[in-house]
C-alpha cells in the first residue's frame, strides 16, 4: 500500500509548529492553549478522512470507522516534553491516521472497528500524571486534584465524569514510535518490532554525614556525605555496565546540603533510575546497587535511606501482535529485528485492558526529548507502510 510521504512529513511540521518555543523545540502541555490546538487539528484531519470524532471525559481525542466487535487501536501521545522534538507521541498520530485513511481509500469500510486515538497525556510535563490518558482508558484513576480539575474544565471537561473514559471494548492496541535511543542506528536496522517495555524502579537516596568546617576538619576525621554519594554513584554506573543490556541505571538528580564552599557536605539526596525489561532482572539490579550503597556508608561511617518513590514492572508485547507485525514488516520488504523498548508508553499501561504491540523505527543519533530528534523520511514512510499492513490483517 502507498503511503504518501509528503502528506506524512507536512503533518508532521504542522503539529511539531503548534507550540513552537523560542528557544527551539516545542511544548504541548496537558490541558494548555497549544495542546488545544494541537487536537483541533488532529481533529480536523481525523474528520477530513472520513472518521467519526469524539472526545472522552478526560480529552483524549477518538476518531472511528465502524465496523462489528471490539476495536483494533492506534495512535499515541499528544502532549510533550519542554522544548521537545517533532517525533515523540506525534508519530504515531500522524502515521496511524496517515495509515487508516490509505486504508479506508483503498480497501473501503473495516470489517472490525478501526480507530486512531490521540491521548492526552503520557509525559507527565505539567502535572504528576504520567500516562493519564491511557491510565482512564483502562480505568486505573478515580480521582483528581483540585489544579487539574481547574485545567479540565477550562477545556470543557468534566473532572466528576472520569469513569466514563474507560474501555472494555479494544481488542488490539498497536503504536509506531521512534525507538528514542541508537540501538537501531548502530546496527543499520530500518524496523523493530518491540518485545517488552522495562520495568522502572525509582530510587531516592539519602546519604548523611557531618557538616564541618573544610579548613579545620583534617581529612580522615570528616564524614563528608557527598564524598560518599560520589563514590555510590560511580559504583551504580559499574553494576549497570557489568550486567550488560537490558539493564541501566541513572543517577539524574542530586542535591548537597548545606551547600556553601566552605562546609564539608552533612547530607546529600539523589535518584536512581533503574530499568530492566525482566523482573528478576531488575530485582537483582535494586539489590546490587543497595547492597553497595550500604557498604559504602558503613566503611565511611555515613547513614543511609533508601526510599522507592517509583516503581512499574516490565510489560511483554502480546506474542500474536509481534508475529503480526513481524509478518507485516516481511510482507513490506523488510526483516523486522526484535528490540526491548528502554523508555515507557502508553502500551505497557494498555496491555491491562487489550494486546498491545509496538514498531520502532531509528532516531538519528540517539536524539529524543530534544530538538534534534529526527528519522530518516524513508524510515518514517516505511514504518508508516508496515504500520498500515498491520491494521489490514487486524481489521479487515
Known sequence: MRIDGALLARRLDELYA???????????????????????????????????????????????????GKSIV????????RRGGRLDGALGIVAGLTAVEALLKDKGKPRRPLEVVAI???EGSRFATNFWGSRAITGA??????????????????????????RDDIDTFVELHIEQGAVLESAGTPLAVVSA???????????????????????????????????????????????????????????????????????????????????NGRRALEERIRSLCTTVSQE?????????????????????????????????GVQATEMVSGAGHDAQVLA???????????????????????????QLQLGTAVLARALELLAY
Not at 480521582?143 to 487539574?148: F, P, T
Request: charged share 25%; proline share 6%; with cysteine.
Open 74 to 81: 492506534t495512535g499515541s501521545h499528544i502532549d510533550t516534553v
Open 300 to 332: 565511611r561511617r555515613l547513614g543511609l535511606a533508601i526510599r522507592v518513590s517509583q516503581e512499574k514492572p516490565p510489560v511483554a508485547m502480546h506474542p500474536e501482535v509481534r508475529a503480526l507485525l513481524a509478518r507485516a514488516a516481511k510482507e513490506c
Open 120 to 122: 492526552c497525556e503520557e
Open 197 to 279: 517495555i522495562v520495568g522502572t524502579v525509582h530510587l531516592e537516596v539519602t546519604v548523611t554525614g557531618r557538616p564541618d568546617h573544610a579548613g579545620t576538619t583534617p581529612m580522615e576525621l570528616r564524614k563528608d556525605a557527598l564524598a560518599g554519594a560520589a563514590a555510590m554513584v560511580q559504583a551504580i554506573e559499574s553494576i549497570a555496565r557489568s550486567l550488560g543490556r537490558p539493564a541501566v541505571a541513572t543517577v539524574g538528580r542530586l542535591r548537597v546540603e548545606p551547600d556553601q564552599i566552605n562546609v564539608v557536605p552533612g547530607r546529600v539526596v539523589f535518584t536512581v533510575d533503574l530499568r530492566h525489561s525482566d523482573l
Open 18 to 68: 503548534i507550540g513552537a518555543e523560542p528557544e527551539g523545540g516545542t511544548y504541548r502541555p496537558l490541558y494548555g492553549t497549544a495542546w488545544a490546538a494541537a487536537g483541533e487539528r488532529v481533529e480536523r484531519w481525523m474528520k477530513d478522512a472520513g472518521l467519526r470524532t469524539r472526545r472522552d471525559a478526560v480529552g483524549n481525542l477518538w476518531g472511528r470507522a465502524d465496523g462489528k
Open 141 to 166: 484513576i478515580d480521582a483528581v486534584d483540585a489544579d487539574m480539575a481547574e485545567a479540565m474544565r477550562e477545556r470543557g471537561l468534566d473532572p466528576t465524569k472520569l469513569a466514563s473514559a474507560a
Open 352 to 378: 491491562a485492558r487489550c494486546k498491545v504491540g509496538m514498531l520502532f523505527v531509528p532516531s538519528i543519533g540517539g536524539r529524543s526529548h530534544c530538538p534534534e530528534e529526527a528519522t530518516d523520511p524513508a
